[in-house]
């Protein structure tokens, strides 16, 4: 079970801005960075963000990340068919012997 | 070009050992940074990190699956291998071979929150019955 909480979907129309959440605890989020991951269909995951805000080269700017306190968020504007996928975010769990854990995932549809 | 490639057997049978094995292509684990993960993720469901080995031969497990977990590198090979025992139909999933970067925070610690993952393999998946 994950202890990093994200809405099971989201949906938004061609253009607009949608937004993804992650709660988390002091344990990860509070005190570690946070990465997001992009799953498309059929497909492996593809690193979107690290280090909480930072893109890998290739990564539209339209993807930006943020983290306040224990909670981080998945920003993507001007949405397109194409980003329909699921998106996980993580982080370092420093909780007794330590995990590395993963959110429990967001689906987004492009209406 | 850097690649990851998973080989495995596609079915195990319950109780058995399954080995699984990354050969890696145009990077080395012997890099400062450098790091090998696995993880797996069961049919429409999330993803579960397992294990990783870094740069320095470092291992990291998950502690509720550290007892059945063994991962260790062929240098000569270019492959890093994950070792899972008694393996449970709750098993059955895709596994991922994964580059993941890590570093020393500012304190010159190597912490397990500078990791990311940056890139992965195709994925294999492992079907666990008898």
């Known amino acids: 079970q994950s202890v990093l909480t994200q809405p099971p979907s989201a949906s938004g129309t061609p253009g607009q801005r949608v937004t993804i959440s992650c709660s988390g605890a002091n344990s990860n989020i509070g005190s570690d960075y946070v990465q997001w991951y992009q799953q498309l269909p059929g497909s492996a995951p593809k690193l979107l963000i690290y280090?909480?805000?930072q893109r890998p080269s290739g990564v539209p700017d339209r993807f930006s990340g943020s983290k306040s306190g224990t909670s981080a968020s998945l920003a993507i504007s001007g949405l397109r068919s194409d980003d329909e996928a699921h998106y996980y975010c993580a982080s370092w769990d420093d909780s007794l012997t330590g995990n590395f854990v993963f959110g429990t995932g967001t689906k987004v549809t492009v209406l | 070009q850097v690649t990851l490639r998973e080989s495995a057997p596609a079915l195990v049978k319950p109780t058995e050992t399954l080995t699984l094995t990354c050969s890696l292509s145009?990077?080395?684990?012997?890099?400062?940074?450098?790091?090998v993960t696995w993880i797996r993720q069961p049919p429409g469901k999330a993803l579960e990190w397992l294990a990783l080995?870094?740069?320095?031969?470092?291992?990291y497990y998950n502690s509720s699956l550290m007892a059945r977990l063994t991962i260790s590198k062929d240098t000569s090979k270019n492959q890093v291998v994950l070792k899972m025992t008694n393996m449970d139909p709750k098993d059955t999933a895709t596994y991922y071979c994964v580059r993941a970067r890590g570093s020393y925070d500012s304190t010159g610690y190597k912490s397990p929150g500078e990791w990311y993952f940056d890139l992965w393999g195709r994925g294999m998946l492992v079907t666990v019955s008898s």
């Open positions: 080995l870094d740069w320095d031969d470092d291992e």
């Open positions: 145009g990077f080395s684990l012997n890099t400062d940074g450098m790091c």
């Open positions: 280090r909480n805000d």
